[in-house]
């Protein structure tokens, strides 16, 4: 039954009419909405005959905890791994529409704070929320589809690198699996100092960083439809990890990948909160070792990885990493100065848990 | 660990890779698709430079059982609800989108099997799937995002009624109440004889239909473009009960619908199986009355409600069923024969249960 609180209302306190008036008026129109939420379907702009549209589901106890991430925390996250596929085809988001399971128990105010999260991180890509379902479950599931116009330009794909082309990268390495190492270990409630005591300002700015990059990414959105203007031959966004996501550019391009080790060293704070977290006894091996894996397997980051025909002028954020090459029978596919990785996993696998 | 015998296999032997290449070539191409599964996204056709997009989820627990429902079942199910929504805009399915949260314990057959639904349900329409997620979880969950094509047409939206409109409907009425109480009070296991004993074959095919009806509803998708063509000026696919629907058109349209109690007489094998029920004990009432009530608030038939221009002649399987009034103050929006409803309730919440 309803409550005087509206702050203390769980789902269970309203019917779905009475949660989706909540929620709402929360969510962005776009340019591309030509009929929006509220009727059987909506109804969106693709104004070059074409629409690009990838759907990703989060996971409660999965992909997060209500412990460790907050409702707009997910809402975040949510658009941002959604608009980085549309963004890895070159294309502009247009439109979400979002499937939503919630336990009775959750609290009303998690719900609109989900809503708030996708709504601030699809609107400035100019994205729209313009349908959605709800229903009740045990598990906080949320399915987000995606769409995005190519605006005439052919769609990058993952199987367009040639031997010769730059690989290059746009966006943060690493930093999202700095911040789940971080919370992890137990550092997440005490707010995200490691080890509950006192520590110099400029480690904690960079475990807060980490922590926000592990709540809610923040993909380079802008950085796809500018690599494919710029010529990029390949494209995909950063979700399991840097080697693997190579590889699989690698893979349906019938090419190797020779990343480069000093491109891709670590920054100064990601090997500051790893020498943090090693001290704290929470994971093992040296700091920059660590960091030096975050980057290279660390999931969920959502930069995008593109290869550019030798010699284009990269465009936005993006920076070379490595070079595409022939590929020859027996050599691993992804390599870091011409040799094999040094680091164990090559990503992380949804089904076995990370 | 993989066995070797694939059909006892589970989700938790299979990564994702391997889970997704069991379900990719069960998943039919469409003549929309320009670039298929296996890239950050999907490329899909629109013609007239707008796209419909509508979702939809189902969860374990909630919208359908296990040990009612197979794979198959839930999968066309998920497909045909979906594929609804959209047909009541006046389009045709383009492309689909499927995000799936399967337990680790999940046999991997049911999985297929859910695809091969998917497959079953699209196909006729011309749909394909082109995209999808998987991920772990306590509880089955399928998130459906299916698009369409307008061809040219202004959407059919809830709000276009007017007075003097003809109401009609296209589809079954009931019968999917009918399967979910057969199932209800036990009569699902035993090959849908409630009573477990004899019973004549007429029955058993009633039974079966009702059955059927819930576990794989067969939304009529030709006729919501047929309905566009023809003028209808309110449209919407019957999810949450036949009153409860009309009264959505009512509302968004400002009129007020009056239901011809004759035209929505129950059909004869609802009522036997009504009566089945009722001599069995599982449901109070009379056989008759049971399945009025059936018809007037059964939810998930799928079928297509819609108002169309008096004289229209109305297309394929659209049948009068009311008409459509001015909404005079203090007057309930939907009635019967001029006159209240005279059931408890007018559909179902899905947070409510049920």
């Given at each position: 039954?309803p409550?005087?609180?509206?702050?203390e209302?769980?789902?269970?306190d309203?019917?779905?009419?009475?949660?989706?008036?909540?929620?709402?008026?929360?969510?962005?129109?776009?340019?591309?909405?030509?009929?929006?939420?509220?009727?059987?379907?909506?109804?969106?702009?693709?104004?070059?005959?074409?629409?690009?549209?990838?759907?990703?589901?989060?996971?409660?106890?999965?992909?997060?905890?209500?412990?460790?991430?907050?409702?707009?925390?997910?809402?975040?996250?949510a658009?941002?791994?959604?608009?980085?596929?549309?963004?890895?085809?070159?294309?502009?988001p247009?439109?979400?529409?979002?499937?939503?399971?919630?336990?009775?128990?959750?609290?009303?105010?998690?719900?609109?704070?989900?809503?708030?999260?996708?709504?601030?991180?699809?609107?400035?890509?100019?994205?729209a929320?313009?349908?959605g379902?709800l229903?009740?479950?045990?598990?906080?599931?949320?399915?987000?589809?995606?769409?995005?116009?190519?605006?005439?330009?052919?769609?990058?794909?993952?199987?367009?690198?040639?031997?010769?082309?730059?690989?290059?990268?746009?966006?943060?390495r690493?930093?999202?699996?700095a911040?789940?190492?971080?919370?992890?270990?137990?550092?997440?409630?005490?707010?995200?100092?490691?080890?509950?005591?006192?520590?110099?300002?400029?480690?904690?700015?960079?475990?807060d960083?980490?922590?926000?990059?592990?709540?809610?990414?923040?993909p380079?959105?802008?950085?796809?439809?500018?690599?494919?203007?710029?010529?990029?031959t390949?494209m995909?966004?950063?979700?399991?990890?840097?080697?693997?996501?190579?590889?699989?550019?690698?893979?349906?391009?019938?090419?190797?990948?020779?990343?480069?080790?000093?491109?891709?060293?670590?920054?100064?704070?990601?090997?500051a909160?790893?020498?943090?977290?090693?001290?704290?006894?929470?994971?093992?091996?040296?700091?920059?070792?660590?960091?030096?894996?975050?980057?290279l397997?660390?999931?969920?980051?959502?930069?995008?990885?593109?290869?550019?025909?030798?010699?284009?002028?990269?465009?936005?954020?993006?920076?070379?990493?490595?070079?595409?090459?022939?590929?020859?029978?027996?050599?691993?596919?992804?390599?870091?100065?011409?040799?094999?990785?040094?680091?164990?996993?090559?990503?992380?696998?949804?089904f076995?848990?990370?």
């Amino acid at each position: 039954m309803p409550t005087d609180a509206p702050d203390e209302q769980l789902v269970r306190d309203l019917d779905e009419t009475g949660l989706l008036a909540r929620i709402f008026p929360l969510l962005p129109a776009g340019a591309a909405t030509l009929v929006g939420p509220g009727d059987d379907a909506a109804v969106v702009a693709a104004p070059d005959r074409r629409f690009v549209v990838s759907t990703d589901v989060l996971v409660e106890g999965r992909h997060f905890r209500r412990e460790w991430s907050s409702g707009e925390d997910v809402g975040r996250r949510a658009a941002a791994q959604n608009l980085a596929d549309v963004a890895a085809m070159g294309a502009r988001p247009t439109a979400l529409v979002v499937s939503l399971v919630v336990p009775g128990d959750l609290p009303v105010a998690w719900v609109t704070g989900l809503a708030r999260g996708l709504a601030g991180a699809s609107e400035p890509s100019g994205a729209a929320v313009v349908g959605g379902d709800l229903s009740g479950g045990r598990d906080v599931v949320v399915a987000v589809t995606v769409h995005g116009d190519l605006e005439g330009r052919p769609p990058v794909l993952r199987s367009g690198a040639r031997p010769g082309d730059v690989v290059a990268l746009s966006g943060v390495r690493g930093w999202s699996a700095a911040g789940l190492a971080v919370l992890s270990t137990g550092g997440g409630a005490a707010g995200g100092r490691p080890d509950g005591g006192p520590s110099e300002d400029r480690r904690d700015a960079d475990v807060d960083r980490a922590l926000a990059a592990y709540r809610a990414p923040a993909p380079p959105l802008a950085d796809g439809p500018a690599a494919a203007v710029a010529g990029a031959t390949a494209m995909l966004d950063v979700s399991d990890g840097l080697l693997r996501d190579a590889g699989r550019i690698a893979a349906a391009s019938g090419v190797a990948i020779d990343l480069d080790g000093a491109a891709l060293r670590p920054d100064d704070g990601l090997v500051a909160v790893a020498d943090t977290l090693v001290r704290a006894g929470g994971e093992r091996g040296a700091g920059a070792e660590l960091a030096a894996t975050w980057v290279l397997t660390g999931g969920e980051d959502h930069g995008l990885l593109a290869t550019f025909p030798a010699g284009t002028a990269l465009p936005g954020g993006f920076r070379p990493v490595g070079r595409v090459r022939t590929a020859a029978a027996g050599e691993g596919r992804v390599s870091v100065d011409g040799a094999a990785p040094r680091v164990s996993g090559t990503g992380w696998d949804h089904f076995g848990g990370r």
